[in-house]
Each structure stands twice: as C-alpha cells, then as structure tokens.
T-cell receptor, first 116, second 115 residues
Framework: NAGVMQNPRHLVRRRGQEARLRCSPMKGHSHVYWYRQLPEEGLKFMVYLQKENIIDESGMPKERFSAEFPKEGPSILRIQQVVRGDSAAYFC??????????????FGPGTRLTVL | AQTVTQSQPEMSVQEAETVTLSCTYDTSESDYYLFWYKQPPSRQMILVIRQEAYKQQNATENRFSVNFQKAAKSFSLKISDSQLGDAAMYFCAYRDQTGANNLFFGTGTRLTVIP
C-alpha cells in the first residue's frame, strides 16, 4: 500500500509565476490536509479537504492560495503570483474517513518550493 | 487557539544514553490527542508515538516513551538507549478529539546523537 505521494519533490519558480503542488492520498483515505513549514519552524496548518469539499481553510492566506480535492485525481495546492516569502516546504497528509476518532494523519515527503 | 511550546531548540545525547525532550501545550479541551513526530534530514514526517488524553497510562513504543502530565499540560518524550539514527528534528503536536482535525505543532527540537 503506497504511502502519501507528493510531486514534485522540488519546485523552483520565479516571482510572479504560479506553483502547483500535487498530493495523492493513501488508498482508502478521503481526507487531505496541507501544512506549510517555513525554514527552522514547525508545520503550520493551511487547509483541510474532503472529496470535492473544503472543510476548513482557516490557515490559508486570503489571497493567491487555493486548494482543491476533486472527485477524481490528486489534491492540488495552487499558489498564484508567488513571492519569495512563499519559499517553504509544503506537506500533505491524509487520513481515513472519520469513523470514530482515530483518524491518524499520514504525511507525504513534502514539496520544497523555492522562489527566486 | 491551541498552542504547543517546545522550549529546547537543540538537545544532544551520547549514544546509548537517555534523553528527554520537553513539550507543553495550552488548551481548554478535556479530550484531545498528543503526538511526537520525527523529521530526519530527508524531511519525511514520521509518527513516533501518540497519547490519548483520556488515558492515564503513558504511551510507550519500544525505546520511546512519554511522560504525560494532564494537569500540568506537559507531554515529554523520553528516548532510551539513543542510537545514531535517532538524530533528527522532533516535533510535538496536538489535535482536538472532536471538531477541528488539524494538528498544531511546536517549533521543534533538534536532537544530535554523539557517537
């Protein structure tokens, strides 16, 4: 059973370009979470999605950032008009349906975004 | 909002010795989960151990154990018989049992293992 997959692992963009980060959850998992890790810091929650629904986006910047988790295909975190401050590692985690409370999150390897 | 504090930015331990990493948290909830994650240089987040707040017994996983003090809101990680492969960043994390599913992380402790 493959783990959470993220691609690309490394992404370089120039200021003003768009960045698209992809996350394929573990098989059977319908919940996806995105976290951002700035250098020398812990992970900060951004958004929580279920298939075709955004459940909690309280950690998402109001502008330039969006996320989706379509019925088919991976979850996408999209950053428009990137700035140098967007340089960070972006982690995706997935968990199974919330039957009960043991919906442990399994993390992907992360995408390291560098904005030049 | 829930906050997680790790007051030790760096720690070191001699190989085969024991080390304890500290974590405190703030919450008004009575039921929640606490976690320790390990992040080696590969940056992969690896779950080390989990504790349910309603359980009084401290969780253990082989060489890893926790000291959970609910009243003090303290959740320390003890690593026994430290190995070179234990060298990594360690993050303490909190999650509500109900409602929000997201994890709140501390700022991490960098553990160095000295041969």
């Amino acid at each position: 059973n493959a783990g959470v997959m993220q691609n690309p692992r490394h992404l370089v963009r120039r200021r003003g370009q768009e960045a698209r980060l992809r996350c394929s959850p573990m098989k059977g998992h319908s919940h996806v979470y995105w976290y951002r890790q700035l250098p020398e810091e812990g992970l900060k929650f951004m958004v929580y999605l279920q298939k075709e629904n955004i459940i909690d986006e309280s950690g998402m910047p109001k502008e330039r950032f969006s996320a989706e988790f379509p019925k088919e295909g991976p979850s996408i975190l999209r950053i428009q008009q990137v700035v140098r401050g967007d340089s960070a590692a972006y982690f995706c985690a997935s968990s199974p349906p919330s039957f009960g409370t043991h919906n442990e999150q399994f993390f992907g390897p992360g995408t390291r975004l560098t904005v030049l | 909002a829930q906050t997680v504090t790790q007051s030790q930015p760096e720690m070191s331990v001699q190989e085969a010795e024991t080390v304890t990493l500290s974590c405190t948290y703030d919450t008004s909830e009575s039921d929640y989960y606490l976690f320790w994650y390990k992040q080696p240089p590969s940056r992969q987040m690896i779950l080390v151990i989990r504790q349910e707040a309603y359980k009084q017994q401290n969780a253990t996983e082989n060489r890893f154990s926790v000291n959970f003090q609910k009243a003090a809101k303290s959740f320390s990680l003890k690593i026994s018989d430290s190995q070179l492969g234990d060298a990594a960043m360690y993050f303490c994390a909190y999650r509500d049992q109900t409602g929000a599913n997201n994890l709140f992380f501390g700022t991490g402790t960098r553990l160095t293992v000295i041969p």
